[in-house]
């Protein structure tokens, strides 16, 4: 038995949910937490605004003549800024699973949450000893079917 | 790997989180929960208060720098220490995990 924890962003989680369920795999625990991830919660992203300032700061040059063409992309480049987000709102998922299920479900939610960008999220599969349905007292396997 | 989760007073959380970016450890998972320890809780006159507010940390690690990240948060979560006494009831407690396998979203790869 597996432990599953995934770190996903809040939006992705009904998608996740519909997935899993249609895997067959029904026992899934939902967390609300607040995390951050090796960036420490800073983002870099286009700033547009700069690109726009910067533009603007071209045309003055050209207007003075102290740049030829101001077309030219060496002055257009974008311009990147970097915002301190600090912890970042998530969802946990946590679901405990036979062996056999988890590269099944691990592929499923890397499928699913996997959007190429910073703060997609990330998956620990930690062992698990024992699991207990409390209704009936069934242990080990048969308690997660 | 191994994932630690530190249970926490809410209130030494930040200068947890400090000590730990000043050891380069940034990534971690926190939720408020609410718990008790060995004592069951505290009575405060008649009044029984039987679970209190704490903060866990989630923090998954390389096994070299486990014992030093559990050294950091424990000495940045005890609170009132001096030479000759230890901390308070309710500082929290560490706990230590297996993981076995890790997976980035962003890049689908194993680590």
Not at chain 1, 93 to 101: G, H, P, Q, S, T
């Amino acid at each position: 038995m597996k432990e599953i924890f995934a770190i996903i962003r809040n939006e992705r989680a009904e998608p996740t949910k519909d997935a899993i369920d249609s895997l067959g795999v029904k026992g899934v625990t939902f967390i609300n937490v607040i995390g951050r991830g090796r960036q420490g919660g800073t983002i870099r992203t286009p700033d547009p605004d700069g690109t726009l300032r910067r533009e603007v700061g071209i045309h003055l040059l050209h207007q003075r003549g102290l740049i030829d063409n101001p077309e030219d992309p060496r002055h257009h480049v974008p311009v990147e800024k970097e915002f301190e987000l600090g912890f970042i709102p998530k969802k946990m998922l946590i679901i405990v699973a036979d062996d056999d299920y988890v590269p099944m479900i691990v592929q499923t939610i890397i499928q699913i949450n996997r959007s190429g960008h910073q703060g997609d999220g990330r998956i620990f599969v930690c062992p698990i000893i024992d699991a207990i349905r409390i209704r009936t007292g069934e242990r080990g396997c048969k308690a997660l079917q | 790997m191994k994932l630690i989760r530190a249970i926490i007073r809410p209130e030494s959380t930040q200068r947890v989180i400090e000590a730990l970016e000043e050891n380069g450890i940034y990534a971690m998972t926190r939720m408020s929960v609410t718990g008790r320890g060995k004592e069951m809780g505290i009575t405060q006159g008649t009044v029984r208060y039987s679970e209190m507010p704490k903060e866990m940390l989630m923090i998954v690690l390389p096994d070299d720098v486990v014992s030093k990240a559990v050294i950091v948060i424990e000495i940045a979560a005890r609170t009132g220490a001096t030479k000759f006494s230890t901390g308070n009831v309710g500082d929290g407690k560490i706990f230590v995990t297996d993981v076995d396998e890790s997976y980035a979203l962003r890049t689908g790869e194993k680590q």
